[in-house]
Each structure stands twice: as structure tokens, then as C-alpha cells.
């Protein structure tokens, strides 16, 4: 509202769509946060995910600490999760299998994905947490 000292604080519909960057998504809203606007090194993106696909195939690395959510979709019940995701960490890509409300720390410069939405029973959300002002993406070398 025009006028109030800490309006600036505030941004109302924060939201966005995967379009273009993972077809599979295409329609689905999603809820992002970029701090840069405010001074802040963290960026935010959540969306749900219906249906299964690969959403990261290439390991990769950032130069700053991130979080990798994932919790059922409905949100009176965030613990229903029917779902089943593989996630790979580490340069030897050690396979992770989540099949309940998570977070994964990913601290900075440690590989990770690919990210596999193998099943999908019913939507989940899924929010990635960047403790930097920019997402910079390094691919990993195959070996």
C-alpha cells in the first residue's frame, strides 16, 4: 500500500511458471522469492509436481549452500507423501531414495542430481533454496 513505511517489504503474488524450463511443469504455478530485490543472497522457487519425470539429469555444483524440499501437496497433511524420488550426491553419485516429507542440504561445490520424480501418486511440492543472490549452475565432467 502507497505510503506505508515498510511496504517495501512486502511483494504480493510472487509468482511465476517453469514454462520453458521443464515442460513438464508447463501450467503449473509456482511461488518464487529472489531476495536480491531486497539486499538479500537467497532465491526460493516451489511448485508441485504431478505427474513423474526427470527434472535434473546432469550432476552438478553451486558456489553457494541450497536446500531441496519436498513434502506432500496437500497442506493440512504435508506428512501424506505418496511419492518416490531418487536423488545422487557426491562426486560418486551415491543414490538417495525419498519417499516421505524431506529436506536435503546441499552444501556448497558438492555434486548433486540427477533429481528423478520416479512416482507420483498424487502431487507434492517441491522448493529449492539458494543461499545466493544468483543461481550459477556447474556442470560435472563425466568421468
Not at 539486499?39 to 527434472?55: I, N, Q, W
Request: aromatic fraction near 10%.
Amino acid at each position: 500500500m502507497p505510503g506505508l513505511k515498510y511496504a517495501r517489504y512486502i511483494s504480493r503474488e510472487p509468482i511465476g511458471t517453469f514454462a520453458g524450463l521443464h515442460p513438464q511443469l508447463t501450467g503449473i504455478e509456482n511461488f518464487r522469492v529472489n531476495g536480491k530485490q531486497w539486499g538479500v543472497g537467497c532465491r526460493m522457487g516451489s511448485t508441485a509436481v504431478d505427474k513423474p519425470f526427470l527434472m535434473e539429469k546432469v550432476p552438478h555444483t553451486h558456489p553457494c549452500d541450497e536446500f531441496l524440499c519436498f513434502f506432500g501437496g496437500n497442506a493440512m497433511k504435508v506428512r501424506d507423501f505418496r511419492a518416490e524420488i531418487e536423488l545422487y550426491l557426491g562426486e560418486e553419485l551415491e543414490k538417495h531414495v525419498i519417499t516421505c516429507s524431506t529436506v536435503v542440504y546441499i552444501p556448497k561445490d558438492l555434486p548433486h542430481c540427477p533429481l528423478n520424480f520416479k512416482m507420483i501418486e498424487q502431487p507434492i511440492v517441491f522448493s529449492a533454496i539458494i543461499l545466493g543472490s544468483k543461481y550459477i549452475k556447474k556442470p560435472i565432467p563425466k568421468k
